[in-house]
């Protein structure tokens, strides 16, 4: 049985005012504390930040008309939305292979980070084909991005003084944690690409560990 309560009608456009919130922290030092970094001057990087905080926009604005119901305004954006999100995953792949790191040097985060964001383009796809299916459509969206929010949080942490090693699994956790509460007030369940996206994103890990 579907119940609609505050929580519930407002939870994917406040988790997506949670992504931009954490992402701007993410790289306040680009725009704020340390403007005169090198990455300030490469055309990579601020193309990809500025496709990046576009998509995060897109998520925002397609929240809050479902919330609004004005569903068919959602739809009508819906192909625009998808196109950013296609043109920030191949952004994303080029920052991550324009460095150049062999797969047999990449970090143990950033071998995750590639295979996430393989992940992510298949569930957006997905996301798109079946947006027919309201319920499957928002849940491929947000536990792609979920998968993707390593980067963002490493940031955040550093940006904030913290040990990554610390913050970065506490605000990971509460975000996927937050999903299971909204599906189970929701749905009185808890919906299976949440639970298979987080026993996904174990396995991964646990699989380059």
Excluded: C
């Excluded at 797969?103 to 950033?110: A, H, L």
């Excluded at 993707?148 to 550093?158: D, H, N, Q």
């Amino acid at each position: 049985m579907k119940s609609t309560n505050l929580f519930t009608k407002n939870y994917f456009f406040a988790l997506s005012l949670v992504i931009l919130t954490l992402g701007l922290i993410a790289f306040s030092d680009n725009f704020i504390t340390d403007v005169g970094q090198e990455s300030n001057s490469d055309p990579k990087f601020i193309i990809h930040g500025l496709i990046v905080y576009s998509f995060i926009g897109v998520l925002i604005i397609q929240t809050n008309r479902i919330r609004k119901l004005n569903t068919k305004a959602h739809i009508a954006f819906g192909i625009t939305g998808f196109i950013i999100g296609l043109i920030m995953i191949i952004s994303t792949a080029y920052v991550y292979f324009s460095v150049g790191t062999p797969w047999s040097e990449t970090t143990f985060f950033g071998k995750a980070n590639r295979i996430f964001l393989g992940t992510f383009a298949i569930m957006l796809l997905s996301a798109y084909i079946k947006r027919d299916k309201p319920i499957l459509h928002k849940h491929l969206v947000f536990v792609g991005m979920l998968l993707l929010m390593e980067p963002i949080l490493s940031r955040v942490a550093g940006n904030t003084g913290n040990d990554p090693t610390t913050l970065v699994p506490i605000i990971w956790i509460i975000m996927w944690i937050s999903l299971f509460i909204y599906d189970f007030m929701s749905q009185r369940k808890i919906y299976p690409v949440t639970y298979l996206g987080l026993i996904y994103w174990f396995v991964v890990y646990a699989v380059l560990s």
